[in-house]
């Protein structure tokens, strides 16, 4: 458990291979390429790529060789209640060639019990094979990640198209906008103005992120490193000269590589595994006890001695009589083994997963679904999970009548949708001057769009400038403006506002003055220059203000302190806050309208010149953008709360932000002291006692996380007992997923690396979906542990038959066909059925299970031990009924004419043979008839057919009865009636339909050793069944009142605390 985050980085320094040990983000550029022995100009030589190539390795993931499927199939076999399994079957199938060989009867019926143990050992071996061959996806999802090709400088020449796995630590390599990065690599220095890299799925940012080339501490975390690119990570502005620093596994990409494959390796057992493994040994000891005390009873009956001088002698040996008390070992074994079980948690598992999709949780392991409903921790990320992960305006701040006033509009909405919300005291079309004024920049300095698709509404380019598009489409247009779009056009007024405005050239965005800007020419062709960007740089560069009237006055400090206060209470609130401006008729861009020969063309070449270009200018106002909460999650958080349920919120985006988010979604309180509570990852791993933070009570945030700090979060959870589940859409979330006890991936917006290290992945990225999601966890495990316990308390009673059969010494009243046809069909459909037991209604109301909660506890195993006790006594005592009464309970049993025998006679059938005078008068059932005038003695064997139907019936009938106890623990049928789960009155039709299929189908009857029963000795079976009804509805009487009674005595003592 753990291995991935208590490993982290140890590869780092390993072998000749690595690079890491130089740390190329703190150090200048030039002292990294002396470090590396190379020229960015002329890039490495052929015989020093050679070289470090056989240094460094290929740039690729490893493959690790998973388990050979001969290693996969024998692990299958490492589970106790098959190894019993197996070893029954085994033993089964050498006594029916033994019993053939020596011309026994019934060779189909014993050849049919170990082949149908065989064939549920080889489904379920396939079942196991087929699921854990799917285990490593992930990693070969991950390398989809990588780059294929790269642009390169060897030799002094550029080579475009090159095998990214051929780069090595020192290759010189280009990047250009949309460019998939190949490798770690510094960077040098920046061709364009600006670079902006697109790593959210790395390090969990929720915006691109400006690079450079200037140095950074050392001790920075991955998200502070702003000189460095990372394999698999994307531009989506700007291009830059690269010095490759690290390659395949010593890459960010390749850590997570590595923690992924360790996480895989200490995967555990679902709780409920771990309960049927705890019970799968208890039974072993049951059934070796059992066996040992059948042979001790019987003893006698295969092994004879005499006594000499006080010494034993003269041993006799029956080996037939042996043989046969091993039969009745198999019998145990397959009596108390539920084989059925397997299959109807996998039905029952499956149905969940159904119900699951219907609410978006796909789930792509079975039992993870059983997990869910003991999950006592969600670590979610924040963004996309708990927020949209679309950027959207939320306020908008405009300015008055008078330099000193401003005017602020709530802005609804949580995505790309123009239609989503509105502005609040919108003037709709009466827009005054300043307010086309901010719609028209926010329109046309801008280079978004907004498409509509499979998955909804999505933003094409930056998502700041989408969410400025979005409020264009909200604003609408001033009246006396046409709008000459058709009806459903998402961007129509931005296109409007394009019509009128032309951009004819564009000022990038650079680090330095925070801002771009667009050139546009009018109809008319006046020229204007539009900027927004970081609202202090803006105020510096501005010398004057707009009003609403659209009247221009001065800018001074009083009119700026205002607007900054507008800044100031947005920041806070963890807005993104960008200002708008203007210059009308920049006197540089006179007559120009993007010829390459006008003089401001040669400007526009030099981004040095944007700063001079944007000055003078005319502050309009300003909007406080942020990536929302969705609307659902405020309440989910609240149903964890009552549902005792931890919520931790895990993200890569920065405190500030991530603090508001949580208090606004009710993670914290909107005054709660929070101090203690929100940590970076950094902070985290320094904690002198990480395990007491962790403890804490209520939410916690870890921001600026790292993969390794999700991990070392997760381990030490489950280390603390906690089951959880992990949220993730990045590649840096995979090995989280992987250790966590349930891996959660988005499906909108997560990659196929986190899909992959998933149990479960959300159609709608909603973390009300989770939350949903664990209601249905925990009503699919309160209905299998109502099945299991139905399962497990009629296994008990076949034991407890088998047993008395052996103990009282009468002749065998079910054979181990008869038990696997009853334990694998008949019990089957009633315990799926009861998978569709209602849900409780305060199911999210209780405190979440303990995942070392048994399934059994001392008073639920007394319950059933009585009812299997019953079971015991009732399919023996039929059998004897038959053999020793015409009549009972006033019905009549005599029809068939079938012979009396004593109870003592029946005790001591194998001393038939010296009995003078015995006799039996040939019965007849259903068409045959038979016969005994050669050997009496067959009676006791073949002639008790008649008698093991009628206790197989009861054993049927009995245990149909039982699913109606099963519906629910502690209530009585009279206050949950049968019908409120009426698939189980159906299951239990289907039974008994099969039941009567092979008592009255001549070839089946043959095969199972039975014979078709007359009315009486139906109504005789139903009077030996029914009582288990009312033996359990007095359990549960008392059951109910001790568990009041101990309500009762808890009562003051929970007052007197």
Partial sequence: MGKGAQNYGKKESAGAGSSNSYASWAKEAHECEEKYKVDRKTGLSDAEVEKRLKIYGLNELEKHEGQSVFRLILDQFNDTLVRILLVAAVISFVLAWYDGEEGGEMEITAFVEPLVIFLILIVNAIVGVWQESNAEKALEALKEIQSEQATVIRNGKKFSGLPAKELVPGDIVELRVGDKVPADMRVLNLISSTLRVEQGSLTGESEAVSKTTKPVPLETDIQGKKCMVFAGTTVVNGNCICLVTDTGMNTELGKVHSQIHEASQSEEDTPLKKKLNEFGETLTMMIGLICVLVWLINVKYFLAWEYADGWPTNFKFSFEKCTYYFEIAVALAVAAIPEGLPAVITTCLALGTRKMAQKNALVRKLPSVETLGCTTVICSDKTGTLTTNQMAVAKLVAM????????????????????????????????????????????????????????????????????LKVLVEKMGLPSGLDADFATGDLMGCSRTWGKIQRRIATLEFDRD?????????????????????????LLERSSRIQLLDGSVVDLDQKSKSVILDSLNEMSTGALRVLGFAYKEDPSEFIGYNGEEDH???????????????????????????????????????EDCRAAGIQVMVITGDNKNTAEAICREIGVFGPDEYISSKSITGRQFMEHHDPKSHLAQKGGLLFSRAEPRHKQEIVRLLKDAGEVVAMTGDGVNDAPALKLAD??????????????????????????????????????IYNNMKAFIRYMISSNIGEVASIFLTAAIGIPEGLIPVQLLWVNLVTDGPPATALGFNPPDKYIMKKAPRRSDDSLINAWILFRYMVIGLYVGLATVGIFVIWFTHDSFLGIDLSGDGHSLVTFSQLRNWDQCKSWENFTVSPFQAGDQVFNFD??????????????????????????????????SEDESLLTMPPWVNPWLLVAMSISFGLHFLILYVPFLAQVFGIVPLSVNEWMLVLAVALPVILIDEILKFVGRLTMSGQRVSKAPKHKAE
């Fill in 400 to 467: 008055g009548h008078t330099a000193n006033a401003v005017r602020l509009f709530n802005v609804e909405g949580s995505t790309y949708n123009p239609l989503d919300g509105k502005i609040q005291g919108w003037p709709a079309g009466k827009m005054d001057v300043n307010l086309q004024t901010i719609a028209k920049i926010s329109a046309l300095a801008n280079d978004a769009s907004i498409e509509q698709s499979e998955k909804g509404f999505v933003a094409g380019g930056m998502p700041t400038e989408a969410a």
């Fill in 599 to 637: 003089p401001a063309h040669y400007l526009l070449l030099d981004p040095t010149n944007y700063s001079k270009i944007e000055s003078n200018l005319t502050f309009a106002g300003l909007a406080g953008l942020r990536d929302p909460p969705r609307k659902e999650v405020r309440q989910a958080i």
């Fill in 934 to 967: 050669s050997d009496p003695c067959e009676y006791f064997r073949t002639g008790k057919v008649k008698a093991m139907t009628l206790s197989l019936s009861v054993l049927v009938a009995i245990e149909m009865f039982n699913s109606l106890n099963a519906l």
């Fill in 742 to 779: 349930i891996g959660i991936a988005m499906g909108i917006a997560g990659t196929e690396v986190a899909k992959e290290a998933s149990d479960m992945v959300l159609a709608d990225d909603n973390f009300s979906t989770i939350v949903a999601a664990v209601g249905e966890g925990r009503s």
């Fill in 513 to 537: 003055r925070k801002s771009m800007g667009v050139i546009v020419s009018s109809n008319s062709g006046k020229k204007s220059l539009l900027v927004k960007g970081a609202v202090e740089n």
